[in-house]
């Protein structure tokens, strides 16, 4: 029970790479943590389960490009090892009935008038995002017109070619979990600049999908919380948290497992999860609706297992971009030493809210259907086919990441990161650089420890 613990100096609420991050940064200095995680298993919207060969698969974040410095940090720091997404090969691109194949990120071969348009609407998005201040977005000079449109609107103005439209709206869709009519365009231009542009973000080579940990994501979680835990600070799992109070100078942290009394708590939850728990007092108003008007993204991760890698023998890379749904994206996640063959890919926005309430196999065997239709009829018997259907997860909700729907950053942003009394906020939504994303979580979590080491002194 949480009631005979030791008073800690913190509580950290939530065991993703946020919490883990903030408990990590004050341990070290010498502060006593307690971190609850609902679940059995700390990583949060990062999990690694295992194929029955004992293959490790990410059904939650899994990569991290050569701007996560703190990730890669974190890895070199915890003896993680990393290595390279295969790029080796073609990507496929699958437009209009058509199978074509590039290298690269962006398919060069389209009509003239579709590349155009394309180049015009990343060169448009990259020129305004850099107006987004990343700390203030609600202050960019344009900010209330940009808030008050979706990027959806601004795309369909800025791609009126149909296959730069599509194009745009499947990189976009990849990006958010959501169809772009769900987000404001601000927020689309904070979030884009926040991970060093489109391309930075849809690419692998040299962008965010780059590399991998060696034995799944979640193994570094598990070593942080280690870490954390041999400095004398405890990580308890399966302890949801319901209820935060006040009281003096002291906070009281609540679930069924009891009570936890400490100095100050960290609130290490996406928006939408921690606008769920009870405050006492009740958060000031603009900070508690800011909580609950910021919903997760949508999303299906599937991975398909097969005895070898068979698409990189016909020259293929494994990446393919695809007009037709439900999975518009794929990518080589095999291990290391390129055995089971690995394809992961993600099912977003509209597609995944439609699937999410069909039976597995049905989900299964459209998932299948888009595969062959990519890399032929192999592709339709995969050994080992596991998923995981996020906004389904009871302490996630969604993903990837929590979406400021119009309005929101430029009326309620200011609350965001704003401390309220012994309580501070943490997650990867809070974050300035790579918001969204496990290295956003890392930075939120130590800024977040710093405020309150800052308080201490
Ligand atoms: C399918 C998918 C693929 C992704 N791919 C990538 C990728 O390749 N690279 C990348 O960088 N990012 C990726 N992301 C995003 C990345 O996983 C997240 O940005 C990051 O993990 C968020 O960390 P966090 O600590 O902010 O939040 P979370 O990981 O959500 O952590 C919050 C923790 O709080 C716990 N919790 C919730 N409510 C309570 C409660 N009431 N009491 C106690 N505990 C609670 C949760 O169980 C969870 O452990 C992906 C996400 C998804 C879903």
Redesign the pocket.
Known sequence: MLNTLPEPDVIV???????LAAADRLSAAGCRVVV????QRV????ATVHLPDGTPVDL?????GPQHARLHALAARLGAQVYPTPTDGHNLLYLGGQRHLFRGTVPLRLRPLTLGNLGWVLLRLHQLSQRVPLETPWEAAQAAAWDGCTLGAWLRRNAPDAGAFTLSRIALEAIFAAHPDELSLLHALFYLRAGGGLLHLVATGGGAQQDRIVGGMQTLAERLAQEVERRGSSVRLGT??RQVRTEGDRVVVEGEAGAVRGGRAII???PS?AGE?SWHPALPQDHAELLRRVPMGS?I?WAAAYEVPFWRARGLSGQAISDEGPVHMTFDASPPAGKPGLLVGFVEGPAARRLASWDPAQRRQEVLRCLVRLFGDQAGSPQQYVERV?SAEP??RG???GLFPPGVWTQLGQALRRPEGLLHFA??ETATVWN??????LQ?GERAAEEVLTCRL
Do not use: D, N
């Open positions: 609420v939530g065991a993703g790479f946020a919490g609850l995680e609902a679940q990583g949060g919207r990062v939650g974040g899994q990569w991290l949801p948290v290490a939850l996406p999860m728990l999303v991760k996020w302490w996630s993903g990837y990441a997650g990867t969204g994303y496990i290295e956003g979580a939120s």
